[in-house]
């Protein structure tokens, strides 16, 4: 029989690759270059499967020019660079990897929430600048974790996670805000309580952005928002490039609305506003929350095992549409 012909589209683990390669014709892109559209148009070309990153945007035109494709497997719990709805519509199934980095990212929000507060990163380009010549009483200090309130905006599976780091672990406070209010079992697990937005901004000493990207969701922190902070807050992103307005963000951190922020995902990555690099209060890091090895390696199986199970047995582990 006739294995499935599949698109790896950008470079994944060597056994992930071998199971793949005993399931399916498979052409792999080694070279990991991110593949421009026209490219990845070429290279899905008379394909029925592809494993994709947040770097292949799957839209209509994909879809038009790609009428074999039957599943998409991304290799991430974010899913906005597929058109769901344009899949959905071509009976494309769309896939992404839930549960198994939960914990990994739960632990680099919170590690990214407390280097902003403690203004790790400032401190150590001081350091490295050569700057230090003596200790002083009030040099680099910052805002504390412990015993201080947590907002986190989108209580989904890693919110959770990182609402019992802070409330278990550190003694917070935690407040947060969702589209829908948890369980109570859920919010009593959490020790958390919902508030609105509003209340979330106004309160909490440490907010967490948390919450998918949609285009509804696009700058859900801009001016007004980070106005509404407390001067002494921070603001830690671990979601998705664009639900934070950079722009709007860099003359809060300048004007000192805010205290200081976090930011591992940025408006155009890998691309990210000059004007970020030049302040100092934000600590930078390059879309990294679920980068431990062993979890980056549970993805790209997950992904795989979406595909395998989907030709084998007509159904995916972990779809995100139906129909
Ligand atoms: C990473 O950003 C992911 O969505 O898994």
Redesign the pocket.
């Known amino acids: 029989m006739n294995k499935p012909s599949l698109l790896i589209a950008r470079q994944i683990y060597p056994e992930v690759l071998a199971k793949l390669e005993h399931h399916f014709q498979v052409d792999y892109n080694e070279s990991d270059e991110v593949y421009s559209k026209e490219i990845l148009i070429q290279k899905l070309s008379g394909k029925q499967a592809a494993m994709t990153t947040?770097t292949e945007r799957i839209d209509e035109d994909v879809l038009l020019a790609c009428p074999q494709l039957k599943i998409c497997a991304n290799?991430?719990?974010?899913?906005n660079n597929f058109d769901v709805a344009s899949m959905t519509a071509r009976k494309v199934t769309a896939t992404?990897?839930p549960d198994v980095?939960t914990e990994t990212?739960a632990d680099f929000g919170f590690a990214l929430m407390m280097a902003t507060a403690r203004r790790i990163a400032e401190s150590e380009h001081f350091l490295r600048q050569g700057l230090w010549k003596k200790w002083s009483l009030d040099m680099f200090s910052g805002t504390d974790v412990s015993g201080s309130t947590l907002g986190i905006l989108g209580m989904g599976r890693i919110g959770q996670a990182i609402a019992k780091r802070g409330a278990h672990g550190f003694n917070m406070r935690v407040i947060y805000h969702n589209r829908s209010q948890l369980s109570d079992t859920l919010e009593q697990a959490c020790k958390a309580q919902y508030v609105s937005k509003e209340e979330l901004l106004k309160t909490c000493d440490h907010l967490v952005l948390v919450l998918p990207y949609s285009p509804q969701a696009h700058h859900t922190i801009g001016e007004s928002e980070l106005k509404m902070m407390k001067p002494s807050a921070t603001l830690t992103n671990i979601a998705?490039g664009g639900i934070v307005d950079d722009a709007a963000l860099v003359r809060a951190l300048r004007a000192g609305q805010i205290a200081a922020a976090g930011l591992d995902?940025f408006e155009n990555e890998p691309q990210l506003n000059p004007e970020l690099l030049t302040v100092p209060n934000v600590v930078l890091t390059p879309?990294i929350?679920?980068a431990s090895r062993k979890t980056r390696l549970a993805?790209a199986e997950l992904a795989a095992e979406n595909l395998i199970s989907f030709f084998a047995k007509g159904q995916a582990l972990t779809p995100v549409n139906h129909w």
């Open positions: 947040g290799i991430a719990v974010g899913y992404n990897t980095l990212t998705r995902v879309h929350a679920s993805m």
